[in-house]
């Protein structure tokens, strides 16, 4: 009974091994695609930041400074008469947490590029599939909501919807 009770004790501890190796193979998968989509959705993202709110350059940015850093899938800019930023990134699903991503990074956005203070500041989230729930709570938040697929997009904010400037 002794060995029986040893060697299951064995069998757990390899299955817990194999468990965790196969979490860790799901997570970078995971990363994996959601860098496909980013990169399957930028054109898209970029031509309706130029064409539907007048950005006259649009980058993916990627900034540190010491011991924090700033990620955008699509930073926006204009200078002008409509001298907008506008922070967007590109989900394959869109969930309630990325809202707060999003403001995090318009709040945020002054720390690592002064060079735009002054402007407003508009968050977007850029998807192709998006819990009804999440674009709710987007849009009590001020952030534009853009449902994204092969070269249509359409934008989800209710009406009367007044994006929030987070450069005030």
Known sequence: MGNNLNELRQILGELAIAQKQTQKQLGELGNKLGSFAEGLAYPTVERIMREEFGMEGV???????????????????????????????????????HVEQVELACQRLFDFM???????????????????????????????????????????????FVPRDFGV
Do not use: C
Request: aromatic share 6%.
């Open 59 to 97: 980058n993916p940015i990627h900034i540190r400074r010491k011991d924090s850093e700033l990620e955008v899938d699509a930073l926006g800019y204009s200078n002008g008469s409509i001298n907008t930023v506008m922070v967007g990134e590109i989900k394959s699903h869109f969930r309630e947490h």
């Open 114 to 160: 002064p060079e735009h203070r002054g402007k407003k500041v508009h968050g977007m989230v850029i998807f192709v599939k998006g819990e009804q729930k999440a674009i709710q709570i987007a849009a009590k938040h001020g952030i534009y909501t853009v449902e994204a697929n092969d070269e249509n997009f359409k934008l989800r904010n209710p009406r009367g």
